[in-house]
Protein backbone atom coordinates (compact mmCIF):
# COMPACT_ATOMS: atom_id res chain seq x y z
CA UNK A 1 0.00 0.00 0.00
CA UNK A 2 0.98 3.78 -0.80
CA UNK A 3 1.67 5.66 2.51
CA UNK A 4 2.15 9.18 1.40
CA UNK A 5 3.32 10.82 4.53
CA UNK A 6 4.64 7.53 7.03
CA UNK A 7 4.94 8.45 10.34
CA UNK A 8 8.35 5.84 10.53
CA UNK A 9 10.44 4.37 7.48
CA UNK A 10 11.39 0.90 8.06
CA UNK A 11 14.78 1.60 8.02
CA UNK A 12 14.10 4.49 10.50
CA UNK A 13 12.65 2.53 13.07
CA UNK A 14 15.17 -0.44 13.03
CA UNK A 15 17.90 2.28 13.57
CA UNK A 16 15.98 3.78 16.67
CA UNK A 17 15.22 0.31 17.99
CA UNK A 18 18.69 -0.93 17.10
CA UNK A 19 17.00 -3.63 15.79
CA UNK A 20 17.48 -5.68 12.49
CA UNK A 21 14.81 -5.91 9.31
CA UNK A 22 13.78 -9.24 8.46
CA UNK A 23 11.81 -10.60 4.83
CA UNK A 24 9.40 -8.19 3.33
CA UNK A 25 8.90 -5.27 4.29
CA UNK A 26 6.63 -2.54 3.58
CA UNK A 27 9.31 0.95 3.34
CA UNK A 28 7.14 3.44 4.72
CA UNK A 29 4.59 2.75 7.80
CA UNK A 30 1.80 4.40 9.05
CA UNK A 31 1.39 3.82 13.02
CA UNK A 32 2.45 1.86 15.59
CA UNK A 33 -0.08 -0.54 17.75
CA UNK A 34 0.05 -3.37 20.02
CA UNK A 35 -3.60 -3.95 19.39
CA UNK A 36 -4.42 -6.43 16.52
CA UNK A 37 -8.53 -5.55 17.31
CA UNK A 38 -7.49 -2.04 16.36
CA UNK A 39 -4.68 -2.31 14.03
CA UNK A 40 -4.77 -0.32 10.59
CA UNK A 41 -2.73 -1.39 7.04
CA UNK A 42 0.22 0.09 6.91
CA UNK A 43 0.77 0.09 10.58
CA UNK A 44 4.04 -1.64 12.62
CA UNK A 45 2.92 -4.44 15.37
CA UNK A 46 4.73 -4.67 18.26
CA UNK A 47 4.17 -8.13 20.23
CA UNK A 48 4.38 -6.67 23.95
CA UNK A 49 4.45 -9.26 26.49
CA UNK A 50 1.91 -8.64 28.91
CA UNK A 51 0.68 -9.95 32.26
CA UNK A 52 -1.89 -12.06 31.01
CA UNK A 53 -1.44 -11.49 26.81
CA UNK A 54 1.54 -12.50 24.82
CA UNK A 55 1.56 -10.33 21.38
CA UNK A 56 3.23 -13.04 19.70
CA UNK A 57 0.69 -15.03 19.82
CA UNK A 58 -0.72 -12.19 17.57
CA UNK A 59 1.83 -11.55 15.45
CA UNK A 60 0.05 -13.83 12.13
CA UNK A 61 -2.85 -11.87 12.54
CA UNK A 62 -1.61 -8.55 12.69
CA UNK A 63 0.05 -9.25 9.25
CA UNK A 64 -3.07 -10.70 7.35
CA UNK A 65 -5.05 -7.51 8.54
CA UNK A 66 -2.37 -5.52 6.92
CA UNK A 67 0.34 -4.91 9.16
CA UNK A 68 3.70 -3.38 7.62
CA UNK A 69 5.74 -5.43 9.59
CA UNK A 70 5.89 -6.84 12.90
CA UNK A 71 8.59 -6.26 16.16
CA UNK A 72 9.01 -9.18 17.48
CA UNK A 73 11.99 -10.54 19.95
CA UNK A 74 15.04 -12.12 19.05
CA UNK A 75 14.24 -15.18 21.02
CA UNK A 76 10.76 -15.74 19.18
CA UNK A 77 11.73 -14.60 15.35
CA UNK A 78 12.03 -18.31 14.57
CA UNK A 79 8.67 -18.54 14.64
CA UNK A 80 7.76 -16.47 12.07
CA UNK A 81 9.57 -17.56 8.93
CA UNK A 82 9.57 -15.37 5.96
CA UNK A 83 7.42 -13.03 7.65
CA UNK A 84 7.72 -8.53 7.58
CA UNK A 85 9.83 -8.73 10.80
CA UNK A 86 11.58 -6.00 13.09
CA UNK A 87 13.32 -8.22 14.93
CA UNK A 88 14.48 -6.75 18.40
CA UNK A 89 16.17 -7.72 21.78
CA UNK A 90 13.31 -7.21 23.82
CA UNK A 91 9.75 -5.40 22.89
CA UNK A 92 8.77 -3.39 25.20
CA UNK A 93 12.34 -1.91 25.48
CA UNK A 94 12.07 -1.19 21.55
CA UNK A 95 8.87 0.57 21.83
CA UNK A 96 11.07 2.83 24.35
CA UNK A 97 13.72 3.39 22.25
CA UNK A 98 11.43 4.09 19.35
CA UNK A 99 9.54 6.61 21.52
CA UNK A 100 12.89 8.38 22.48
CA UNK A 101 13.46 8.69 18.95
CA UNK A 102 10.20 10.53 18.03
CA UNK A 103 10.69 12.78 21.00
CA UNK A 104 13.96 13.34 19.66
CA UNK A 105 13.15 14.46 16.46
CA UNK A 106 10.12 16.34 17.25
CA UNK A 107 10.53 20.12 17.36
CA UNK A 108 7.22 19.88 18.93
CA UNK A 109 5.75 21.62 22.19
CA UNK A 110 5.06 19.20 24.52
CA UNK A 111 2.31 19.43 28.15
CA UNK A 112 2.65 16.48 30.14
CA UNK A 113 -0.47 16.16 32.60
CA UNK A 114 -0.78 14.04 36.18
CA UNK A 115 -2.75 13.90 38.80
CA UNK A 116 -4.75 12.27 41.66
CA UNK A 117 -8.04 12.78 39.64
CA UNK A 118 -8.83 14.57 36.06
CA UNK A 119 -5.83 13.65 33.99
CA UNK A 120 -7.62 12.10 31.38
CA UNK A 121 -10.20 14.79 30.74
CA UNK A 122 -7.51 17.92 31.28
CA UNK A 123 -5.74 16.09 28.41
CA UNK A 124 -8.35 16.07 26.07
CA UNK A 125 -9.84 19.50 27.06
CA UNK A 126 -5.95 20.40 26.10
CA UNK A 127 -5.90 18.61 22.50
CA UNK A 128 -9.20 20.54 22.41
CA UNK A 129 -8.08 23.92 23.13
CA UNK A 130 -4.48 23.62 20.95
CA UNK A 131 -5.56 21.99 18.21
CA UNK A 132 -6.91 25.35 16.54
CA UNK A 133 -3.40 26.57 16.78
CA UNK A 134 -1.97 23.96 14.89
CA UNK A 135 -1.74 19.98 14.56
CA UNK A 136 -2.26 18.74 18.20
CA UNK A 137 -0.80 14.79 19.14
CA UNK A 138 -2.66 13.38 22.03
CA UNK A 139 -2.16 10.22 23.92
CA UNK A 140 -5.14 8.00 23.57
CA UNK A 141 -7.81 6.60 26.18
CA UNK A 142 -5.48 6.34 29.28
CA UNK A 143 -2.08 5.20 27.69
CA UNK A 144 -0.47 6.67 30.45
CA UNK A 145 1.35 3.67 32.23
CA UNK A 146 5.25 2.43 31.64
CA UNK A 147 3.54 0.55 27.62
CA UNK A 148 0.91 3.36 27.22
CA UNK A 149 3.03 6.59 27.86
CA UNK A 150 5.97 5.16 24.99
CA UNK A 151 3.30 3.61 22.45
CA UNK A 152 1.70 6.95 22.38
CA UNK A 153 5.17 9.13 22.19
CA UNK A 154 6.54 6.70 19.44
CA UNK A 155 3.40 7.70 17.29
CA UNK A 156 4.08 11.59 17.78
CA UNK A 157 4.80 12.37 14.11
CA UNK A 158 8.04 15.01 13.12
CA UNK A 159 6.13 18.08 12.18
CA UNK A 160 3.78 18.32 14.80
CA UNK A 161 3.27 21.60 16.67
CA UNK A 162 1.47 20.22 19.95
CA UNK A 163 2.04 16.83 22.11
CA UNK A 164 -0.26 16.16 25.07
CA UNK A 165 0.64 13.65 27.35
CA UNK A 166 -0.71 11.82 30.56
CA UNK A 167 1.20 10.38 33.35
CA UNK A 168 -0.12 8.26 35.95
CA UNK A 169 0.84 5.93 39.05
CA UNK A 170 0.29 3.95 41.34
CA UNK A 171 3.58 3.46 43.09
CA UNK A 172 6.45 5.93 43.71
CA UNK A 173 8.86 5.85 41.17
CA UNK A 174 7.01 5.34 38.25
CA UNK A 175 6.54 8.75 37.04
CA UNK A 176 10.11 9.66 36.45
CA UNK A 177 11.30 7.03 33.68
CA UNK A 178 7.87 8.39 31.69
CA UNK A 179 8.22 12.05 32.60
CA UNK A 180 12.28 11.77 31.26
CA UNK A 181 11.02 9.94 27.99
CA UNK A 182 8.24 12.85 27.46
CA UNK A 183 10.62 15.79 28.10
CA UNK A 184 7.31 18.19 28.19
CA UNK A 185 7.89 21.85 28.28
CA UNK A 186 4.96 22.18 30.41
CA UNK A 187 3.67 19.88 33.36
CA UNK A 188 0.35 19.90 35.02
CA UNK A 189 -0.72 18.47 38.12
CA UNK A 190 -4.62 18.65 38.62
CA UNK A 191 -4.51 18.13 42.11
CA UNK A 192 -3.56 15.82 45.38
CA UNK A 193 -6.26 13.33 46.51
CA UNK A 194 -6.29 10.49 48.46
CA UNK A 195 -5.80 7.91 45.69
CA UNK A 196 -3.84 4.97 45.59
CA UNK A 197 -3.67 5.44 49.49
CA UNK A 198 -2.99 1.77 49.72
CA UNK A 199 0.86 1.82 48.37
CA UNK A 200 1.94 4.72 50.00
CA UNK A 201 1.95 5.68 54.17
CA UNK A 202 0.09 8.92 53.59
CA UNK A 203 -1.13 11.42 51.31
CA UNK A 204 2.04 13.53 51.36
CA UNK A 205 3.71 10.24 49.75
CA UNK A 206 1.40 10.82 46.73
CA UNK A 207 2.06 14.46 46.25
CA UNK A 208 6.26 13.58 46.30
CA UNK A 209 5.11 10.64 43.52
CA UNK A 210 3.53 13.17 41.30
CA UNK A 211 6.19 16.08 42.05
CA UNK A 212 8.51 13.03 40.01
CA UNK A 213 6.56 15.02 36.59
CA UNK A 214 9.29 17.96 37.58
CA UNK A 215 12.19 15.81 37.28
CA UNK A 216 11.98 15.57 33.18
CA UNK A 217 10.96 19.01 32.31
CA UNK A 218 12.64 20.94 29.47
CA UNK A 219 15.27 24.07 30.77
CA UNK A 220 13.19 26.55 31.06
CA UNK A 221 9.97 24.48 31.44
CA UNK A 222 7.00 25.46 33.58
CA UNK A 223 4.85 23.31 36.43
CA UNK A 224 1.11 24.44 36.77
CA UNK A 225 -0.12 23.22 39.96
CA UNK A 226 -3.93 23.50 41.72
CA UNK A 227 -3.31 27.02 44.31
CA UNK A 228 -6.35 25.63 45.85
CA UNK A 229 -5.48 22.51 46.96
CA UNK A 230 -3.72 21.93 50.61
CA UNK A 231 -0.51 20.62 49.41
CA UNK A 232 0.47 22.97 47.00
CA UNK A 233 3.19 24.86 49.24
CA UNK A 234 4.62 21.14 48.86
CA UNK A 235 4.83 20.64 45.02
CA UNK A 236 5.71 24.28 44.81
CA UNK A 237 8.95 23.59 47.09
CA UNK A 238 9.76 20.39 45.18
CA UNK A 239 9.66 22.19 41.93
CA UNK A 240 12.08 24.93 42.79
CA UNK A 241 13.95 22.40 44.45
CA UNK A 242 13.84 20.59 40.41
CA UNK A 243 15.37 24.26 39.41
CA UNK A 244 11.89 24.55 37.57
CA UNK A 245 11.73 27.78 35.63
CA UNK A 246 8.51 29.33 36.12
CA UNK A 247 5.81 27.73 38.79
CA UNK A 248 1.87 29.09 37.72
CA UNK A 249 -0.50 28.25 40.65
CA UNK A 250 -4.27 28.19 38.81
CA UNK A 251 -7.87 28.28 41.16
CA UNK A 252 -9.56 30.79 42.97
CA UNK A 253 -7.10 31.68 45.73
CA UNK A 254 -6.86 35.45 45.42
CA UNK A 255 -2.45 34.24 44.63
CA UNK A 256 -3.49 32.25 42.09
CA UNK A 257 -1.65 33.19 38.26
CA UNK A 258 -4.90 32.11 36.51
CA UNK A 259 -7.68 32.45 38.19
CA UNK A 260 -11.21 31.35 38.68
CA UNK A 261 -13.68 34.41 39.38
CA UNK A 262 -16.68 33.00 38.78
CA UNK A 263 -18.56 29.53 37.54
CA UNK A 264 -22.03 29.62 36.85
CA UNK A 265 -23.17 25.30 36.68
CA UNK A 266 -25.97 24.55 34.06
CA UNK A 267 -27.15 20.90 33.82
CA UNK A 268 -25.00 19.94 31.18
CA UNK A 269 -22.73 22.57 30.39
CA UNK A 270 -20.91 25.49 32.80
CA UNK A 271 -19.73 29.42 32.52
CA UNK A 272 -16.42 30.39 33.29
CA UNK A 273 -15.06 33.57 34.07
CA UNK A 274 -11.27 33.90 35.03
CA UNK A 275 -8.46 35.76 34.75
CA UNK A 276 -5.57 34.09 32.73
CA UNK A 277 -2.04 35.48 33.11
CA UNK A 278 -4.15 38.96 33.47
CA UNK A 279 -6.37 38.68 30.36
CA UNK A 280 -9.94 38.43 31.58
CA UNK A 281 -12.00 35.82 29.58
CA UNK A 282 -15.59 34.71 29.76
CA UNK A 283 -15.59 30.75 28.18
CA UNK A 284 -17.99 28.17 28.34
CA UNK A 285 -17.23 24.55 28.86
CA UNK A 286 -19.23 21.25 27.12
CA UNK A 287 -19.58 19.92 30.49
CA UNK A 288 -21.29 20.61 34.02
CA UNK A 289 -18.85 20.69 37.15
CA UNK A 290 -16.86 22.66 39.34
CA UNK A 291 -13.52 20.25 39.18
CA UNK A 292 -13.55 20.33 34.72
CA UNK A 293 -13.55 24.51 35.19
CA UNK A 294 -10.70 24.36 37.69
CA UNK A 295 -8.96 22.06 35.07
CA UNK A 296 -9.62 24.21 32.68
CA UNK A 297 -7.74 26.93 34.36
CA UNK A 298 -4.74 24.98 33.71
CA UNK A 299 -5.96 24.11 30.31
CA UNK A 300 -5.73 27.84 29.20
CA UNK A 301 -2.35 28.28 31.59
CA UNK A 302 -0.56 25.49 29.74
CA UNK A 303 -2.01 26.86 26.16
CA UNK A 304 -0.71 30.41 26.87
CA UNK A 305 2.67 29.23 28.06
CA UNK A 306 3.15 26.76 25.02
CA UNK A 307 2.01 29.67 22.42
CA UNK A 308 -1.34 28.75 21.51
CA UNK A 309 -3.94 31.20 20.45
CA UNK A 310 -5.44 31.80 23.99
CA UNK A 311 -9.09 33.50 23.03
CA UNK A 312 -9.32 30.03 20.13
CA UNK A 313 -8.21 27.56 23.22
CA UNK A 314 -11.03 29.10 25.41
CA UNK A 315 -13.18 28.87 22.33
CA UNK A 316 -12.55 25.48 21.81
CA UNK A 317 -13.38 24.60 25.10
CA UNK A 318 -17.26 24.82 24.36
CA UNK A 319 -16.85 21.35 22.40
CA UNK A 320 -15.70 19.66 25.49
CA UNK A 321 -17.37 16.06 25.50
CA UNK A 322 -16.92 13.60 28.37
CA UNK A 323 -15.61 10.48 26.73
CA UNK A 324 -17.20 7.25 28.06
CA UNK A 325 -17.61 6.53 31.75
CA UNK A 326 -16.23 9.80 32.91
CA UNK A 327 -19.21 11.81 32.59
CA UNK A 328 -21.08 10.51 29.16
CA UNK A 329 -24.50 11.61 29.00
CA UNK A 330 -26.94 9.24 27.52
CA UNK A 331 -30.94 10.20 27.16
CA UNK A 332 -33.16 6.94 28.53
CA UNK A 333 -36.48 5.75 27.33
CA UNK A 334 -37.65 4.63 30.51
CA UNK A 335 -41.17 3.75 31.48
CA UNK A 336 -43.68 6.77 31.61
CA UNK A 337 -40.96 9.18 30.11
CA UNK A 338 -37.28 10.35 29.13
CA UNK A 339 -34.66 9.64 31.60
CA UNK A 340 -31.00 10.42 31.94
CA UNK A 341 -28.17 7.78 32.36
CA UNK A 342 -24.93 10.14 33.58
CA UNK A 343 -21.90 7.42 32.97
CA UNK A 344 -19.06 7.73 35.44
CA UNK A 345 -18.14 3.77 35.36
CA UNK A 346 -14.41 4.22 34.07
CA UNK A 347 -13.07 4.86 37.67
CA UNK A 348 -13.60 6.02 41.49
CA UNK A 349 -12.14 7.58 43.97
CA UNK A 350 -12.98 10.07 47.04
CA UNK A 351 -12.87 13.03 45.13
CA UNK A 352 -13.94 11.66 41.66
CA UNK A 353 -16.93 10.65 43.69
CA UNK A 354 -17.64 13.99 45.78
CA UNK A 355 -17.37 15.39 42.06
CA UNK A 356 -19.75 13.16 40.70
CA UNK A 357 -21.99 13.39 43.20
CA UNK A 358 -22.50 17.21 42.92
CA UNK A 359 -22.87 16.60 38.95
CA UNK A 360 -25.97 14.41 40.23
CA UNK A 361 -27.41 17.04 42.31
CA UNK A 362 -27.51 19.20 39.36
CA UNK A 363 -28.67 17.15 36.66
CA UNK A 364 -32.40 18.18 35.39
CA UNK A 365 -34.81 15.82 36.04
CA UNK A 366 -38.52 15.23 35.14
CA UNK A 367 -41.89 16.38 37.44
CA UNK A 368 -41.90 12.77 39.22
CA UNK A 369 -38.45 12.14 38.99
CA UNK A 370 -35.34 11.40 41.19
CA UNK A 371 -31.67 11.78 41.40
CA UNK A 372 -30.33 8.11 41.94
CA UNK A 373 -26.85 7.54 42.36
CA UNK A 374 -25.19 3.73 41.88
CA UNK A 375 -21.87 3.03 42.87
CA UNK A 376 -19.50 0.86 43.06
CA UNK A 377 -16.47 -0.10 45.12
CA UNK A 378 -13.71 2.29 45.46
CA UNK A 379 -10.81 0.76 45.14
CA UNK A 380 -6.96 0.88 46.21
CA UNK A 381 -8.07 3.16 49.29
CA UNK A 382 -5.50 0.88 51.70
CA UNK A 383 -6.99 0.59 55.80
CA UNK A 384 -9.40 4.22 55.39
CA UNK A 385 -11.28 2.08 52.55
CA UNK A 386 -14.49 1.41 54.66
CA UNK A 387 -14.19 5.17 56.72
CA UNK A 388 -14.06 6.58 52.93
CA UNK A 389 -17.24 4.94 51.76
CA UNK A 390 -19.43 5.68 54.64
CA UNK A 391 -18.38 9.26 54.17
CA UNK A 392 -20.45 9.67 50.58
CA UNK A 393 -22.93 9.67 52.79
CA UNK A 394 -22.60 13.23 53.58
CA UNK A 395 -21.86 13.90 50.11
CA UNK A 396 -25.42 12.15 48.92
CA UNK A 397 -27.04 13.89 51.80
CA UNK A 398 -25.74 17.80 50.85
CA UNK A 399 -26.71 16.71 46.78
CA UNK A 400 -30.29 15.57 47.95
CA UNK A 401 -29.71 12.56 45.96
CA UNK A 402 -32.93 10.13 46.53
CA UNK A 403 -32.02 7.00 46.08
CA UNK A 404 -28.41 5.13 46.24
CA UNK A 405 -28.11 1.50 45.62
CA UNK A 406 -24.43 0.00 46.59
CA UNK A 407 -22.36 -2.99 44.71
CA UNK A 408 -19.81 -4.99 46.74
CA UNK A 409 -18.24 -5.11 50.24
CA UNK A 410 -16.50 -1.49 50.69
CA UNK A 411 -19.45 -0.11 49.47
CA UNK A 412 -21.30 -1.81 51.90
CA UNK A 413 -20.56 0.79 54.65
CA UNK A 414 -21.58 3.02 52.76
CA UNK A 415 -25.35 1.23 52.86
CA UNK A 416 -25.04 0.85 56.68
CA UNK A 417 -24.59 4.75 56.75
CA UNK A 418 -27.57 6.25 54.57
CA UNK A 419 -30.51 6.63 56.16
CA UNK A 420 -33.43 4.32 55.29
CA UNK A 421 -35.15 6.78 52.94
CA UNK A 422 -32.26 6.45 50.72
CA UNK A 423 -31.22 2.97 50.15
CA UNK A 424 -32.27 1.92 46.59
CA UNK A 425 -30.91 -1.68 46.83
CA UNK A 426 -27.47 -2.96 47.90
CA UNK A 427 -25.29 -6.25 45.94
CA UNK A 428 -22.26 -8.12 46.56
CA UNK A 429 -21.14 -7.62 42.99
CA UNK A 430 -22.62 -5.09 39.64
CA UNK A 431 -24.33 -8.36 38.41
CA UNK A 432 -26.64 -8.86 41.33
CA UNK A 433 -27.63 -5.36 41.44
CA UNK A 434 -27.99 -4.71 38.05
CA UNK A 435 -31.34 -5.75 37.86
CA UNK A 436 -32.40 -3.80 41.17
CA UNK A 437 -31.55 -1.01 39.27
CA UNK A 438 -33.16 -1.01 36.05
CA UNK A 439 -36.40 -2.43 37.98
CA UNK A 440 -36.63 0.53 39.51
CA UNK A 441 -36.08 3.60 37.30
CA UNK A 442 -38.83 5.30 36.27
CA UNK A 443 -39.55 8.45 33.81
CA UNK A 444 -38.29 11.28 34.77
CA UNK A 445 -35.11 9.64 36.77
CA UNK A 446 -31.27 11.04 36.39
CA UNK A 447 -29.11 8.13 37.30
CA UNK A 448 -25.37 8.15 37.66
CA UNK A 449 -23.04 5.47 37.95
CA UNK A 450 -19.73 4.94 39.46
CA UNK A 451 -17.46 2.59 40.64
CA UNK A 452 -13.33 2.04 40.37
CA UNK A 453 -12.79 -0.16 36.76
CA UNK A 454 -12.61 -3.34 38.44
CA UNK A 455 -15.78 -3.35 40.11
CA UNK A 456 -17.62 -4.24 37.26
CA UNK A 457 -20.04 -0.81 36.74
CA UNK A 458 -19.65 -0.61 33.13
CA UNK A 459 -21.76 -3.57 33.18
CA UNK A 460 -24.80 -1.96 34.71
CA UNK A 461 -24.47 1.20 32.23
CA UNK A 462 -24.44 -0.90 29.30
CA UNK A 463 -27.26 -2.90 29.97
CA UNK A 464 -29.10 0.41 30.93
CA UNK A 465 -27.89 1.64 27.50
CA UNK A 466 -29.29 -1.53 25.38
CA UNK A 467 -32.66 -1.75 27.42
CA UNK A 468 -33.51 2.31 27.90
CA UNK A 469 -30.94 4.14 25.40
CA UNK A 470 -33.20 6.37 23.23
CA UNK A 471 -32.54 5.63 19.43
CA UNK A 472 -30.22 8.25 17.12
CA UNK A 473 -33.02 9.43 14.96
CA UNK A 474 -32.82 8.98 10.79
CA UNK A 475 -30.55 10.90 9.00
CA UNK A 476 -26.76 11.43 8.79
CA UNK A 477 -24.60 10.64 11.87
CA UNK A 478 -23.20 13.71 13.56
Known amino acids: ???????????????????????????????????????????????????????????????????SLAVVDEASAARFPNAALLVVKETLQAMHDAAAAARARASAKIVAVTGSVGKTGTKEALHLALSPSGETHASSASFNNHWGVPLSLSRLSRDIKFGVFEIGMNHAGEITPLVKLVRPHVAIITTIEPVHLEYFSGI?????????????????????????????????????????????????????????????????????????????????????????????????????????????????????????????????????????????SYNANPASMAAAIEVLSRAPV??????????????????????????????????????????????????EALPSGMRGGYAENAEALEPQVTAALQGGDAVMVKGSNASGMGRIVMSLVQKFDVPAPAGNPV
Open 1 to 67: MSIANPLWTAQELATATRGRLQGAVQENIAGVSIDTRTIAPGEAFVAIKGDRLDGHDYVKSALEKGA
Open 204 to 344: EGIADAKAEIFLGLEPGGAAILNRDNSHYPRLEAAAKAAKVSRIVGFGADPKSDVRLFDLALQDDSSTVHADVFGEKLMFKLGAPGKHLAMNALAVLAASKLMGADLAQAALALANLVPPPGRGRRVPLRLPGGEGLLIDE
Open 366 to 415: GKQGRRIAVLGDMLELGPEALQRHAELAQNLASGKIDLVFCSGSLMHSLW
